[in-house]
């Protein structure tokens, strides 16, 4: 069993998508972040860095104490190694994914966050930054416009850097992007939204945050952060 601690965001949906294609068991534990959930106490034992995903594995492969996991790439990488599925073990094949996955957690998913923040978010409509993150966000899209040109998936086989990716796409008219300017982005994002796996993880993050929007109140608990000095 999968204890998968989570809510409705890119980083979220890529650990369901992947429970739901891979067929594991797990069971959902919601951290309500316009609330404040990710600084309790017990959740920060799991997740330092007080962000959503983190995973605790019940039944980890070794048969020891169950193993918390936190980072959605680490968490992705960790549940491809257990199930044997959407990572290759061909080390050729493997770095291709890797090479993918990290593209997404270092470029597109901070890129397209700051991108939200500024054009969505943020107090003031500070042209020059939401111009800053717009064009970067179409310039990654342009990358991976690129790579899909000549291959269904961005690393040959359906994997994990897929599902890292995607729900970062999904939100693509907020960012201010238009799949139309990609064709084979495009296509592959199609393809994608039609997987039964991705249908299920879409309809389990509308169970479970029934009103997603962003309040004066959840603003500053989510954009209001610092570090607590040492006294």
Do not use: C
């Not at 800053?132 to 179409?138: L, S």
């Not at 599902?163 to 994002?189: C, G, N, T």
């Not at 929007?213 to 954009?223: D, H």
């Amino acid at each position: 069993m999968i204890d998968l601690y989570y809510w409705t965001t890119p980083n979220g949906h890529k650990i369901t998508i992947f429970l739901e294609e891979a067929g594991l068991a797990y069971r959902v534990i919601p951290i309500d972040i316009g609330k404040g959930d990710q600084f309790k106490p017990d959740f920060l034992k799991l997740a330092p860095n007080n962000r959503i995903p983190a995973i605790v594995d019940t039944e980890p492969a070794d048969g020891g104490e169950p193993i918390s996991i936190f980072e959605s790439g680490a968490i992705l990488e960790y549940l491809a190694d257990k199930t044997g599925k959407f990572l290759p073990k061909d080390v050729r094949q493997r770095a291709e994914v890797m090479q993918w996955l990290f593209w997404q957690m270092a470029g597109l998913g901070p890129m397209a966050g700051q991108n939200h923040h500024f054009v969505q978010y943020a107090p003031e409509r500070i042209a020059y930054a939401m111009d800053r993150y717009v064009k970067e966000t179409n310039r990654l899209y342009g990358v991976l416009d690129r790579r899909l040109a000549d291959r269904d998936y961005v690393a040959g086989d359906y994997s994990i850097a897929d599902m890292a990716i995607y729900p970062w796409i999904v939100p693509y008219r907020k960012q201010m992007q238009s799949l139309e300017d990609f064709p084979h982005l495009k296509r592959w994002f199609e393809d994608i939204a039609k997987r039964p796996a991705v249908v299920r993880a879409y309809e389990l993050a509308r169970t479970i945050n029934t009103k997603p929007s962003v309040t004066e109140e959840s603003r500053a608990i989510l954009f209001g952060q610092v570090s607590t000095p040492r006294s």
